[in-house]
């Protein structure tokens, strides 16, 4: 039987809430030393996933204030997760048909961990690890 998303992933995700600003999101990152951050709403549901990258080309790049934009603006739409007991299979097909690196593992309404590309990789055949990594890096 294969393992599900709650075994693999790393647990106690911190968010960054959706009225703080990208300065703190950018601290909180470097001082957990991660490169990507859920955004959590006043209600405490996940509302978006920030990433280096969003802070990098779509903040500091367009010369926007760090102080000013709020994190809540890069959780627009319905956030990518998956569940806490799905398979370790359905958190590989989830990444490739999104094209992302890391997933929000949810139980229920409560963001439990993070699902990275590395959790994944360790968990999986070597030819499976590279698929998935190919079809993330190849996405445009």
């Keep these: 039987m294969s393992k599900t998303a709650r075994e693999v992933m790393t647990g106690g995700a911190e968010c960054i809430g ?3 600003s990208i300065s703190r999101a950018a601290t909180r990152m470097a001082e957990l030393g991660v490169g990507a951050m859920p955004i959590c709403g006043e209600d405490d ?20 204030d760090p102080e000013q934009v709020k994190a809540g603006e890069f959780g627009q739409g319905k956030p990518v ?4 007991d799905d398979e370790v299979e359905v ?11 890391r997933l929000p593992v949810i139980d229920g309404h409560d963001l439990i961990g993070i699902v990275s590309q590395g959790d ?7 030819q499976a690890a590279g698929e998935l990594v190919e079809a993330i890096s190849s996405a445009p």
């Design 81 to 84: 997760t998956v569940g806490a």
């Design 18 to 20: 959706e009225s703080e």
């Design 120 to 126: 994944l990789a360790q968990e999986v055949s070597e």
């Design 45 to 64: 549901r996940l509302k978006g996933m920030l990433t280096d990258r969003d802070i990098v080309v779509k903040v500091i790049a367009e010369g926007r």
């Design 91 to 101: 958190a590989i097909e989830t990444m490739k048909e999104h094209a992302v690196r």
